[in-house]
């Protein structure tokens, strides 16, 4: 019968132990202390998931460091003229970043000088231990990059072992357009399989086809990224060549480009998460290639206009038959009075698709919470599972104004 101490010795249940610690930095650190059998699977677990690049600072070889903080703005080529790139000293630091698999290069409530110097320092490093066909990060899986400034052509900022790469777009004057980020993207990690882009991007004035396609890319998040007209275009002829079967995306308001010229997109489509005004979401779906979408969430912005007329009949011209799940979530204020119209223009809209074989609807009204919800025996009824019975689910919930 193995003693207490010797079944901590059994990988898989000291496995186990790291995993339920693993948002505890300080039992981790002190586990890693206390018995050599235990350091090097805890700081797996005290490294695997980085939420800055401060820690590596004081890991990277002194004369390097010294060229960083004289001037963490100096060209890639300066720098490396600067610096002498001996692998012996890089050690230290190899040794902890080999243990990384999720980085963000600067924590999201960092200012703006911060963030510049740590992306700054992160890249120059890349270009140096590139020279030697090293990689920071050899086992990245999820990266967090910040795009602050233009990405020089020594850089490698992207190791091919990403899978997950977040770009955190500020938008400043000298920042490369988002298309010159994807490129790099899809040429330095080819295996990517998931994008996310927050906040405000730029795209050149012109634009050709793109240089390079994703191959393996099937979830794409744009829903804390402001998309203008333009980065839109370019963002479908980029992404639609990708095989995504997963998007989310937030459609500003004032769209103002021709969709006609758009070719059709994002054919291999199963799942849409969408929000935006009613037209601006009517005019994307017009554009949309898939043949095979079962899950659609639609949140309008401002006030739902057009659903009945416009909505509801695209929903079924073009998914009837592919649709299986659909979430409704109707988010602003609007008269009390037209609550229960809405509710039932959206149920009878609704109604072709779930004969053609829709299996889930969930429909979220949001309500004024001063005053008790009520509706009519007519849309009551019609709020009633049972007046689905062809559905494996139907639920309908009201969201307060005040939560």
Same mark, same amino acid.
């Given at each position: 019968?193995?003693?207490?101490?010797?079944?901590?010795?059994?990988?898989?249940?000291?496995?186990?132990?790291?995993?339920?610690?693993?948002?505890?930095?300080?039992?981790?650190?002190?586990?890693?202390?206390? *018995?050599?059998?235990?350091?090097?699977?805890?700081?797996?677990?005290?490294?695997?998931?980085?939420?800055?690049?401060? $820690?590596?600072?004081?890991?990277?070889?002194? +004369?390097?460091?010294?060229?960083?903080?004289?001037?963490?703005?100096?060209?890639? *080529?300066?720098?490396?003229?600067?610096? *002498?790139?001996?692998?012996?000293?890089?050690?230290? %630091?190899?040794?902890?970043?080999?243990?990384?698999?999720?980085?963000?290069?600067?924590?999201?409530?960092?200012? +703006?000088?911060?963030?510049?110097?740590?992306?700054?320092?992160?890249?120059?490093?890349?270009?140096?231990?590139?020279?030697?066909?090293?990689?920071?990060?050899?086992?990245?899986?999820?990266?967090?990059?910040?795009? +602050?400034?233009?990405?020089?052509?020594?850089?490698?900022?992207?190791? $091919?072992?990403?899978?997950?790469?977040?770009?955190?777009?500020?938008?400043?004057?000298? *920042?490369?357009?988002?298309?010159?980020?994807?490129?790099?993207?899809?040429?330095?990690?080819?295996?990517?399989?998931?994008?996310?882009?927050?906040?405000?991007?730029?795209?050149?004035?012109?634009?050709?086809?793109?240089?390079?396609? %994703?191959?393996?890319?099937?979830?794409?998040?744009? +829903?804390?990224?402001?998309?203008?007209?333009?980065?839109?275009?370019?963002?479908?002829?980029?992404?639609?060549?990708?095989?995504?079967?997963?998007?989310?995306?937030?459609?500003?308001?004032?769209?103002?480009?021709?969709?006609?010229?758009?070719?059709?997109?994002?054919?291999?489509?199963?799942?849409?998460?969408?929000?935006?005004?009613?037209?601006?979401?009517?005019?994307?779906?017009?554009?949309?290639?898939?043949?095979?979408?079962?899950?659609?969430?639609?949140?309008?912005?401002?006030?739902?206009?057009?659903?009945?007329?416009?909505?509801?009949?695209?929903?079924?011209?073009?998914?009837?038959?592919?649709?299986?799940?659909?979430?409704?979530?109707?988010?602003?204020?609007?008269?009390?009075?037209?609550?229960?119209?809405?509710?039932?223009?959206?149920?009878?809209?609704?109604?072709?698709?779930?004969?053609?074989?829709?299996?889930?609807?969930?429909?979220?009204?949001?309500?004024?919470?001063?005053?008790?919800?009520? %509706?009519?025996?007519?849309?009551?009824?019609?709020?009633?599972?049972?007046?689905?019975?062809?559905?494996?689910?139907?639920?309908?919930?009201?969201?307060?104004?005040?939560?």
């Amino acid at each position: 019968m193995p003693g207490p101490f010797e079944t901590l010795c059994i990988s898989e249940i000291l496995a186990v132990i790291l995993d339920e610690l693993q948002d505890d930095k300080k039992s981790l650190y002190r586990l890693s202390c206390c *018995c050599r059998a235990f350091t090097d699977p805890a700081l797996d677990f005290l490294w695997r998931s980085m939420h800055s690049f401060v $820690p590596f600072t004081s890991l990277i070889p002194e +004369s390097i460091f010294i060229n960083l903080v004289n001037d963490a703005r100096i060209s890639d *080529c300066d720098f490396l003229n600067n610096c *002498c790139n001996s692998s012996d000293a890089w050690n230290t %630091f190899d040794r902890y970043a080999a243990r990384v698999r999720n980085l963000c290069i600067s924590e999201h409530d960092d200012d +703006s000088a911060h963030i510049i110097k740590y992306q700054s320092c992160y890249t120059h490093l890349t270009a140096l231990r590139g020279q030697n066909k090293f990689h920071l990060f050899p086992k990245l899986r999820g990266l967090t990059y910040f795009l +602050s400034g233009p990405i020089s052509p020594q850089a490698k900022p992207f190791p $091919p072992s990403i899978r997950s790469l977040t770009l955190i777009c500020h938008s400043t004057l000298d *920042c490369d357009p988002i298309e010159s980020a994807l490129d790099r993207a899809v040429a330095d990690a080819p295996r990517l399989d998931e994008l996310r882009i927050i906040g405000p991007m730029r795209t050149r004035v012109s634009h050709s086809t793109p240089q390079r396609l %994703f191959a393996h890319i099937g979830s794409v998040d744009l +829903s804390k990224a402001y998309i203008r007209a333009p980065e839109l275009a370019v963002l479908c002829l980029l992404l639609s060549q990708a095989p995504i079967s997963d998007l989310k995306i937030h459609l500003q308001d004032r769209l103002n480009m021709n969709w006609e010229v758009i070719p059709p997109i994002f054919s291999t489509l199963k799942r849409l998460d969408v929000r935006g005004s009613v037209f601006s979401v009517i005019l994307f779906l017009s554009r949309l290639a898939a043949t095979h979408l079962h899950t659609l969430v639609f949140q309008p912005d401002g006030q739902p206009y057009g659903i009945y007329d416009y909505l509801m009949p695209m929903l079924v011209e073009r998914f009837r038959g592919s649709l299986k799940s659909l979430d409704f979530h109707i988010n602003e204020p609007r008269p009390r009075a037209r609550d229960s119209d809405l509710v039932k223009i959206i149920l009878q809209g609704l109604k072709p698709l779930v004969d053609a074989g829709l299996q889930s609807l969930r429909l979220f009204l949001q309500v004024d919470a001063t005053v008790p919800v009520r %509706f009519p025996p007519e849309v009551q009824s019609m709020l009633e599972p049972s007046a689905w019975p062809s559905l494996a689910q139907f639920y309908f919930s009201t969201k307060d104004n005040a939560l």
